[in-house]
């Protein structure tokens, strides 16, 4: 499985403190990402900095630290604001920013650790 971090990257370690992403998407992606966390927990899943079909290089791996779930953007927690790379100072600023300022859409998190790639393909 691949999960890019294109507006992100410089967030993820070392330099930052992402661990966690939400992103907007269908039944089926969420179903996926949940297989792989319930078949194999411990299986590193490629990073890279956009997707690959637009020239996108692998940047490292991630591994699943929990297995994916739903959660409604408003329900965000404060402390996920740090697991987000500290990109807002805010939850609603963190939604306004990224998710057009609707507080209400269904996102799925995803919590990881991240393993930076030195050697770039």
């Known amino acids: 499985m691949i999960l890019s971090f294109g507006w992100t990257r410089q967030f ?4 930052g403190t992402k661990d ?8 089926r992606a969420l179903a996926s990402w949940q297989r792989a966390w319930d078949n194999d927990p411990q299986k590193l899943h490629t990073a890279v900095d956009k997707c690959l079909a ?23 927690p404060e ?10 100072s805010t939850v609603d600023e963190f939604i306004d920013r990224y998710f057009k300022g609707d507080g209400t859409q269904l996102v799925t998190v995803v919590r990881f650790k991240f393993f930076e790639d030195t050697t770039h393909d």
């Open 20 to 27: 966690t992403t939400r992103r907007v998407w269908k039944p």
């Open 12 to 15: 993820l370690p070392p330099q």
């Open 79 to 88: 402390s996920d604001l740090i697991r987000e790379g500290g990109m807002s």
């Open 54 to 76: 637009y020239g996108g290089q692998r940047i490292g791996h991630i591994q699943l630290i929990e297995r994916p779930y739903q959660e409604q953007l408003s329900q965000m």
